[in-house]
Nanobody
Framework: QVQVEESGGGLVQAGDSVMLSCVVS?????????MGWFRQAPGKERDFVAT????????YYSDSVKGRFTISRDNAKYTVYLQMNSLKPEDTAVYYC?????????????????WGQGTQVTVSS
C-alpha cells in the first residue's frame, strides 16, 4: 500500500517563503509515479497547484502560482518538495500531496489515487 505524507506547513506572513515536503512510502517504483500538489481553502473546492513526473522532472503549474512556487523531487529520498515564495494571504489553504502510478502530468485530482492528510499553510497579511 502506497502512503503519502506531507509536512512543513505553518503560519507565515505575506511575502515569506515556506517549503513543503512529501514523502512516499510503500512505492513499487518511485520513478514511475507522477506527483501533484493541490490545495483547499475553507469553503472552496480543492485546486491544482503543481505537478511533476518523477522520471523526467517535467513540471506544470497553475497560473496562480507560476513564478512563485517550485515543485522538485529527490528520487533517492522518495520525496517531493513544494517551495513557495512570495506568499500571499490567498495562498492560505490545506495543501495536499498526491501520487499517481504510471501517469504523466495532470492537473485533475481524480487522476491521483494516493493522497496525504494535508498540511495547513496560513499566510497573514
Amino acid at each position: 500500500q502506497v502512503q503519502v505524507e506531507e509536512s512543513g506547513g505553518g503560519l507565515v506572513q505575506a511575502g515569506d517563503s515556506v517549503m513543503l515536503s512529501c514523502v512516499v512510502s510503500g512505492r513499487r517504483t518511485f520513478d514511475k509515479y507522477a506527483m501533484g500538489w493541490f490545495r483547499q481553502a475553507p469553503g472552496k473546492e480543492r485546486d491544482f497547484v503543481a505537478t511533476i513526473t518523477l522520471s523526467t522532472g517535467n513540471t506544470y503549474y497553475s497560473d496562480s502560482v507560476k513564478g512563485r512556487f517550485t515543485i522538485s523531487r529527490d528520487n533517492a529520498k522518495y520525496t517531493v518538495y513544494l517551495q513557495m515564495n512570495s506568499l500571499k494571504p490567498e495562498d492560505t489553504a490545506v495543501y495536499y500531496c498526491a501520487a499517481r502510478y504510471g501517469g504523466g502530468l495532470s492537473k485533475e485530482s481524480s487522476r491521483y489515487r494516493y493522497w496525504g492528510q494535508g498540511t495547513q499553510v496560513t499566510v497573514s497579511s
